[in-house]
């Protein structure tokens, strides 16, 4: 990360990292039914340690949604599987929204 850091800052000096603190879901709504995957917990709290390492370290800017307010899909628009990252298209909607207003300050 620091040799990435680096680059950017001397490479792209306009350019700014934003992180997606995204996470593994495990809930999954097809046909008004919810169902569950293997929750991914461990896997979450090592990301959220090495997400707010980065974010304190080299000062960024941050999405991060509330997770708990999305579903998982097994048919997503772009035909992705079912997998613990691929959310309902209402999820990449509301992250570019989040986008849009960070990057507009």
């Known amino acids: 990360m620091e040799n990435f850091m680096r680059f ?3 490479n792209l000096p306009n350019c700014n990292v934003i992180i997606n603190k995204a996470r593994f ?3 999954v709504l097809e046909n008004n039914t919810v169902s569950y995957l293997q929750p991914l917990s461990l896997y979450n709290e090592i990301w959220d340690k090495i997400d707010n390492y980065v974010i304190n ?3 960024l800017k941050y999405i991060q949604l509330d997770h708990s307010k999305y579903f998982l899909t097994k048919n997503h628009t772009l035909g992705w599987n079912l997998f613990h ?3 309902h298209d209402n ?5 570019m929204e989040q986008l849009d207003i960070l990057i507009g300050d």
Request: aromatic share 30%.
């Open 25 to 27: 879901g495990n809930r």
């Open 91 to 95: 999820y990449y909607h509301d992250f």
């Open 85 to 87: 990252l691929h959310y």
């Open 8 to 10: 950017i800052k001397n």
């Open 57 to 59: 370290k080299f000062h």
